[in-house]
């Protein structure tokens, strides 16, 4: 096919367009339409992705955990990472680490009063827990009453006797609890808790810690019953010298967690350690972000579909219409194929013109979004309690940023091309079967 | 006639008397029959094994050891009790934890850490938890189950081994109790235990416990080791032994208080 003809059938074809304008707009507004939520909704779902997958990853998963190998298992206190200060300095050195959170996690015995109740004592670097990525960083949590400085408090004093506690009640130790801890156990601010657990090797534990901060945070496990303090802290009281149970790693990019584990655990002195990206410490929620795309391809196919199923029927009528004209091209002595070619011509012409009106829009609008960001608590009606969501133990009300995807462009214009091809195909074999002469009485 | 029927009757009586009085007086230990094909007759058993520890009080000192994989840990204990439901462990060593306490009174447990000066009592939520770190719960400590009057039992045929008798114990329904089901082997005469084995609701085993090393303790034969074995955890298990038992003697009941494990015992 030389090019000059492809250019008269170009030509010929948009006068064809041209010829029933208001079909031809019809067809290209319904198309452009489609096109335009098509876009509109994957670039919600991307910048809901997102947001979901940052949350998730937030403070507690991040993007990356190092563990004894089999601390996951039970969560044993003695299955710990040894020489902790070393291997956090040399985490610190890497440039793919943005930040790590060595963390103690020691259930415990707590009490105010005689009457005991479950918590979970973490123990946390209380500075390095405000970055961002951190249990305390201010978008994962609210100091709701107290102070988040809670890392001063006692060192054990030289000349305490062998049974002494190790905090002192001149000087005692600091912790946060969970806001829904202090609520259910009426705790306040200046409180005394008696801290009961297991140390490392087995014999008791046993401390005393004064309740400096009261916190709500993103992480309902927190809220529920964490009670935090220092790292320091927690190591003392529960024989853990230079030890953790967990190394929390933050990295640049939560997609790029696989590399970011991959890269430190070939560092020298985590070989023998176990280090994961959420991905495979959260199946679940890589399961549930996959459904997520699942169901939002099928609307997106729905859509599609419809919009489809609107240009195949612009061609096929016009074409119907045109059974007459087609006869006097036939006659003159044009073949079949030319005509078919401008029918082609004539949709992919549609078909392109509404994908790039509806692209056009589309992209526009999530642009638009994108810098404003789109709040989940309009979407819910703006009541209160109804813009917090909790997935997996974790709350937030978050914005959603949407955020264009080439993919869904690529993937529209391919699925676009091919309803074009197809829905010509009709047309096409209707008119090679044309006999000039009976064509010519419609 | 009459005078024949008397002597008859006294005779029955006086046997009935002499027969009743041996029965209830029968020393704990000594056999009610001699090993046959037939094992004892099953209440008698079920009682037997239900007081084999137990008195109106007693007094003990024990020795704990819980072995792991990684280390083992053993720690002494003096303990006090009154009859199922009040009863006081104090850990003797090792040093870092002596003073260290568990007070049970009815369903309450309180530890007593001398450390930090505090009694704290064991919420419900706990109560599955392990005891000092060891393979027996705080619910062990409290529970209060009888063999005779909480299980359904049946004898089960011969064991091999260890040799002896297998005693089946299914929980009568509507009884509240981690165990569904105890497979018991108890030895040829039925004065022994020789093994326990513990399957849970879902009738699955969940741990079994040997008794071992019988001894003369506190005028009673009975075994002095009992090694708790949990089913799923590799290289785990934990023995209570009995260093030695005093039955019977004089425990006042202020012996159970909090204030008291305060001053110090």
Same mark, same amino acid.
């Given at each position: 096919?030389?090019?000059s003809?492809?250019?008269?059938?170009?030509?010929?074809?948009?006068?064809?367009?041209g010829? @029933?304008?208001?079909?031809?707009?019809?067809?290209?507004?319904?198309?452009?339409l489609?096109?335009?939520?098509?876009v509109a909704?994957d670039?919600?779902?991307a910048?809901?992705?997102d947001?979901?997958?940052?949350?998730?990853?937030?403070? $507690?998963?991040?993007?990356?955990q190092?563990?004894?190998?089999?601390y996951r298992?039970?969560r044993?206190?003695?299955?710990?990472?040894v020489?902790v200060?070393?291997k956090?300095?040399i985490?610190?050195?890497?440039?793919?680490?943005e930040?790590s959170?060595?963390?103690?996690?020691?259930p415990s $015995?707590?009490a105010?009063?005689?009457?005991?109740?479950t918590?979970?004592?973490?123990g946390?670097?209380?500075e390095?827990?405000?970055?961002?990525?951190g249990?305390?960083?201010?978008s @994962?949590?609210t100091l709701l009453?107290g102070?988040?400085?809670?890392?001063?408090?006692?060192?054990?004093k030289a000349?305490?006797g062998?049974g002494?506690?190790?905090g002192?009640t001149? @000087?005692?130790?600091?912790?946060?609890?969970g806001s829904?801890?202090?609520?259910r156990? @009426?705790l306040?601010?200046?409180d005394?808790?008696?801290?009961?657990?297991?140390t490392?090797?087995?014999s008791m534990a046993?401390d005393?810690?004064k309740?400096s901060?009261i916190?709500?945070?993103?992480?309902?496990?927190?809220n529920?019953?964490?009670?935090?303090i220092?790292?320091s802290?927690?190591?003392?009281i529960?024989?853990?010298?230079?030890?953790?149970h967990e190394?929390?790693?933050r990295g640049?990019?939560?997609?790029k967690?696989?590399a970011?584990?991959?890269?430190?655990?070939? $560092?020298?002195g985590?070989q023998d350690?176990?280090v994961?990206p959420?991905?495979?410490l959260?199946?679940?929620l890589v399961q549930m972000l996959?459904?997520m795309?699942?169901s939002?391809?099928?609307?997106?196919i729905f859509?599609?579909t419809?919009a489809?199923a609107?240009?195949a029927n612009?061609?096929?009528?016009s074409?119907?219409?045109r059974?007459?004209?087609?006869?006097?091209l036939?006659?003159?002595g044009a073949?079949?194929g030319?005509?078919v070619?401008?029918?082609v011509?004539?949709?992919l012409?549609?078909?392109v013109?509404?994908?790039?009106?509806g692209t056009?829009?589309?992209a526009s609008?999530?642009?638009?979004?994108g810098?404003?960001?789109?709040?989940m608590?309009?979407?819910?009606g703006g009541?209160?309690?109804?813009s917090e969501?909790?997935?997996?133990?974790?709350?937030f009300?978050f914005?959603?940023f949407?955020?264009l995807r080439l993919?869904?462009?690529?993937q529209?214009?391919i699925?676009?091309g091919l309803t074009?091809?197809?829905s010509?195909?009709?047309?096409a074999?209707?008119?090679?079967?044309?006999?000039p002469t009976?064509?010519?009485?419609k | 006639?009459a005078?024949?029927?008397?002597?008859q009757f006294?005779?029955l009586?006086?046997?009935s008397?002499?027969?009743?009085g041996v029965?209830?007086?029968?020393?704990?230990g &000594?056999?009610?029959?001699?090993?046959?094909?037939a094992p004892?007759?099953?209440?008698? &058993?079920?009682?037997?094994?239900?007081?084999?520890?137990?008195?109106?009080t007693?007094?003990?000192?024990?020795?704990? !050891?819980?072995?792991?994989?990684?280390?083992?840990?053993s720690?002494?204990?003096k303990?006090?009790?009154r009859?199922m439901?009040h009863?006081?462990?104090?850990?003797?060593?090792p040093a870092?934890? %002596?003073g260290?306490?568990?007070l049970k009174?009815?369903?309450?447990?309180?530890n007593?850490?001398?450390?930090?000066?505090?009694? /704290?009592?064991?919420?419900p939520s706990?109560?599955l938890g392990?005891?000092?770190?060891s393979d027996m719960?705080?619910? *062990? #400590?409290?529970?209060?189950a009888?063999?005779a009057e *909480?299980?359904?039992?049946s004898?089960?045929? %011969?064991s091999?081994?260890?040799?002896?008798w297998?005693?089946?114990m299914?929980?009568?329904?509507g009884? &509240?109790?981690?165990?569904?089901?105890i497979?018991? &082997?108890?030895n040829?005469?039925?004065? #022994?235990?020789?093994?326990s084995?513990?399957?849970?609701?879902?009738?699955?085993l969940?741990?079994?416990?040997?008794f071992?090393e /019988? %001894?003369?303790?506190?005028?009673?034969?009975?075994p002095? /080791?009992?090694?708790?074995?949990?089913? *799923?955890k590799k290289?785990?298990y934990t023995v209570? %032994?009995?260093?030695?038992?005093?039955?019977n003697?004089?425990?006042?009941?202020? !012996?159970?208080?909090?204030s008291?494990?305060?001053?110090?015992?």
């Amino acid at each position: 096919m030389s090019s000059s003809s492809l250019r008269t059938s170009l030509k010929i074809a948009f006068r064809n367009l041209g010829r @029933n304008r208001k079909r031809t707009y019809l067809a290209l507004v319904a198309l452009g339409l489609a096109q335009f939520f098509v876009v509109a909704v994957d670039g919600f779902m991307a910048g809901y992705e997102d947001a979901l997958r940052d949350v998730m990853t937030g403070p $507690l998963l991040g993007h990356a955990q190092i563990h004894e190998k089999d601390y996951r298992d039970e969560r044993s206190m003695e299955k710990t990472i040894v020489d902790v200060d070393a291997k956090l300095k040399i985490l610190s050195g890497q440039t793919t680490v943005e930040a790590s959170f060595p963390r103690v996690f020691a259930p415990s $015995l707590a009490a105010k009063t005689e009457e005991g109740f479950t918590s979970l004592v973490l123990g946390v670097d209380p500075e390095g827990e405000t970055r961002p990525g951190g249990l305390l960083a201010p978008s @994962n949590s609210t100091l709701l009453e107290g102070s988040l400085a809670f890392g001063g408090g006692a060192q054990p004093k030289a000349d305490a006797g062998e049974g002494a506690a190790l905090g002192s009640t001149e @000087n005692p130790r600091l912790a946060l609890v969970g806001s829904a801890l202090a609520k259910r156990q @009426n705790l306040k601010l200046g409180d005394e808790l008696a801290l009961i657990g297991q140390t490392a090797d087995g014999s008791m534990a046993a401390d005393l810690v004064k309740v400096s901060g009261i916190v709500r945070s993103d992480v309902e496990m927190l809220n529920g019953s964490g009670i935090l303090i220092p790292l320091s802290a927690a190591q003392q009281i529960y024989g853990l010298e230079n030890q953790v149970h967990e190394i929390t790693l933050r990295g640049v990019d939560s997609m790029k967690s696989e590399a970011l584990a991959t890269s430190v655990a070939g $560092l020298s002195g985590f070989q023998d350690l176990e280090v994961l990206p959420w991905q495979k410490l959260s199946p679940q929620l890589v399961q549930m972000l996959g459904m997520m795309g699942i169901s939002t391809l099928i609307i997106l196919i729905f859509l599609f579909t419809a919009a489809a199923a609107g240009v195949a029927n612009t061609m096929v009528m016009s074409t119907f219409e045109r059974t007459r004209e087609m006869g006097v091209l036939l006659a003159l002595g044009a073949g079949p194929g030319r005509i078919v070619l401008i029918l082609v011509v004539e949709t992919l012409l549609l078909g392109v013109l509404g994908l790039a009106l509806g692209t056009f829009l589309g992209a526009s609008f999530t642009a638009y979004l994108g810098q404003e960001g789109f709040s989940m608590a309009a979407l819910a009606g703006g009541n209160e309690g109804a813009s917090e969501m909790s997935v997996q133990g974790v709350n937030f009300s978050f914005q959603v940023f949407p955020r264009l995807r080439l993919a869904v462009i690529e993937q529209t214009t391919i699925a676009m091309g091919l309803t074009c091809l197809l829905s010509a195909l009709w047309p096409a074999w209707f008119v090679s079967r044309l006999q000039p002469t009976e064509a010519m009485r419609k | 006639m009459a005078t024949i029927r008397r002597r008859q009757f006294v005779l029955l009586a006086a046997t009935s008397a002499v027969a009743t009085g041996v029965a209830r007086f029968w020393p704990p230990g &000594v056999p009610l029959a001699q090993a046959a094909d037939a094992p004892p007759p099953i209440e008698k &058993v079920l009682e037997f094994l239900d007081d084999l520890y137990r008195a109106k009080t007693s007094v003990a000192r024990m020795e704990m !050891t819980i072995v792991k994989p990684s280390r083992t840990r053993s720690m002494t204990m003096k303990s006090w009790s009154r009859g199922m439901s009040h009863s006081l462990i104090v850990l003797e060593s090792p040093a870092r934890d %002596k003073g260290t306490a568990t007070l049970k009174v009815d369903q309450n447990l309180w530890n007593y850490l001398p450390k930090i000066s505090k009694t /704290v009592r064991i919420p419900p939520s706990m109560m599955l938890g392990s005891w000092m770190g060891s393979d027996m719960t705080n619910d *062990d #400590l409290v529970r209060e189950a009888s063999y005779a009057e *909480d299980f359904d039992s049946s004898w089960d045929g %011969k064991s091999q081994s260890p040799p002896g008798w297998k005693l089946k114990m299914v929980a009568k329904p509507g009884k &509240v109790g981690l165990w569904k089901r105890i497979e018991m &082997v108890v030895n040829e005469d039925a004065t #022994l235990p020789l093994k326990s084995m513990y399957y849970d609701r879902k009738d699955r085993l969940a741990r079994t416990m040997y008794f071992e090393e /019988v %001894k003369e303790l506190g005028g009673r034969k009975i075994p002095s /080791v009992m090694r708790l074995v949990p089913e *799923d955890k590799k290289g785990e298990y934990t023995v209570m %032994k009995y260093l030695d038992i005093e039955f019977n003697v004089d425990v006042p009941e202020s !012996t159970f208080s909090l204030s008291r494990l305060k001053r110090g015992r």
